[in-house]
């Protein structure tokens, strides 16, 4: 049996699916429009159409939205990244029609009522408000922006309080008009349906025409990056600071290289150099992690840290070390073979998560219009050599290109 089906419907959406034995299912709507493609007064607008997807359509009001897969036990749910945003669901398996019917609804019917789009303004400018009251996940923010100045990559998905204001019902539908065309949409699916009887629910419920036209997606590549060093005074009780640089992008062949060196650096495994070296050996840090972002023409490499002011000298001092030690020494046979293990597992694991592996699929298909099986990652991964490694963290980590952003206390 195929691990994985991929076909298009008569309107040119393509759709990827992986029929499992499970009780429960999963399937979600992919749509290549983030807060990338949001000119500077748009900013927040992607995540603004995420969030009022779910306030009315034609023949549902926001209740009734909410209700019709929680009804049945089911979840409905959405996100917005810099460059895609997702409409899913995860429900019974005998519930397929429904959470299709509900998801096409939504993406291709939303009325967007002038009353609930002032209402759901307020709940954004508070998720605004809630991440600055989160300084570990509002530097994330604040690096991108010292990484990509006067660029789109850089704004913050939520965008400001202003620009969320500013959004009319006409502002929401310009931005669907632009990017919700076919060729930007991809719907995913892992759960016990055959292909056959999935694509006939999906023509059942797209019987519609597509009203949105051709894309007009048009991204412009971030210009020449030159490294800064950035302090800001926060309200915080711990100093944050994120140290990094601009790295390869999602179809560069070095992406997966860096994969598995972010990974030893200071990945999800609790045996990672960082954590290893800085949190266990020392005990500077709670929080330490390095972090890897491939968008389709760029990407971010950074490692963060949160730490006791009277220790973020030493901490940073560590962490430079740790990338200087990888920059110097090429890793021996079996530290490579543990660590290209350890990434597979890793990636095993993932894939076991059906919800996880729905999305991956979808994105998957919708950045490279292929899906690579586990057997090709397998491939891939192996034949990485220590010297590839070596050559990636010599450019990527060279203190010469680094960028630092701290948040110090303010007393």
């Not at 900013?43 to 023949?59: C, D, N, P, R, S």
């Not at 006067?150 to 939520?158: S, V």
């Not at 030493?314 to 990434?343: C, F, N, S, Y």
């Amino acid at each position: 049996m195929n691990e994985f089906e991929v076909f298009e419907l008569s309107n040119g959406i393509r759709v990827v699916h992986k029929q499992i034995n499970r009780p429960i299912a999963h399937c979600g709507l992919m749509i290549k429009a983030g807060s990338r493609d949001e000119s500077k007064a748009e900013e927040g607008l992607a995540h603004f159409i995420e969030h009022v997807f779910f306030k009315g359509t034609a023949k549902r009001k926001a209740y009734h939205i909410l209700s019709r897969m929680e009804d049945v036990g089911g979840e409905l749910n959405a996100y917005t990244t810099k460059e895609d945003t997702v409409i899913y669901s995860s429900f019974l398996k005998d519930d397929y029609s429904r959470a299709i019917e509900l998801l096409l609804d939504i993406a291709f019917n939303s009325t967007f009522p002038e009353k609930e789009l002032k209402k759901e303004k307020e709940v954004i400018i508070d998720e605004i408000n809630s991440y600055k009251d989160s300084p570990s996940e509002l530097i994330f923010d604040d690096f991108e922006t010292l990484m990509y100045p006067d660029h789109p990559l850089g704004m913050n998905i939520l965008g400001s309080p202003e620009t969320v204001k500013s959004f009319s019902k006409s502002d929401v539908q310009g931005f669907l008009n632009r990017f919700y065309s076919a060729e930007n949409i991809v719907f995913s699916s892992v759960g016990n349906i055959s292909a056959t009887k999935l694509k006939k629910q999906l023509e059942t419920y797209l019987n519609s025409k597509l009203q949105y036209g051709k894309s007009q997606t048009n991204r412009n590549s971030p210009g020449i990056y030159s490294p800064s060093k950035l302090e800001l005074k926060k309200a915080v009780y711990q100093c944050h600071a994120i140290i990094g640089n601009r790295a390869y992008s999602a179809v560069d062949e070095k992406a997966r290289t860096l994969h598995l060196l972010n990974n030893l650096l200071g990945g999800p495994g609790m045996n990672s150099r960082l954590n290893l070296n800085i949190r266990e050996k020392y005990g500077f840090t709670y929080n330490i992690e390095s972090f890897y972002s491939p968008y389709s023409d760029t990407g971010l490499f950074g490692v963060y840290a949160g730490t006791d002011p009277s220790n973020i000298n030493k901490t940073l001092e560590l962490v430079e070390k740790e990338l200087k030690k990888l920059r110097d020494k090429p890793l021996g046979i079996l530290q490579l073979k543990k660590a290209k293990r350890q990434m597979l597992g890793q990636i095993a694991m993932a894939q076991e998560n059906n919800a996880s592996l729905m999305l991956s699929l979808g994105k998957s298909l919708l950045s490279f219009n292929k899906i690579d099986s586990f057997k090709e990652i397998v491939e891939k991964v192996e034949s990485i050599q220590s010297s590839d490694i070596l050559e990636i963290a010599n450019d990527i980590f060279d203190p010469n290109k680094l960028s630092t952003i701290i948040y110090q206390p303010q007393h």
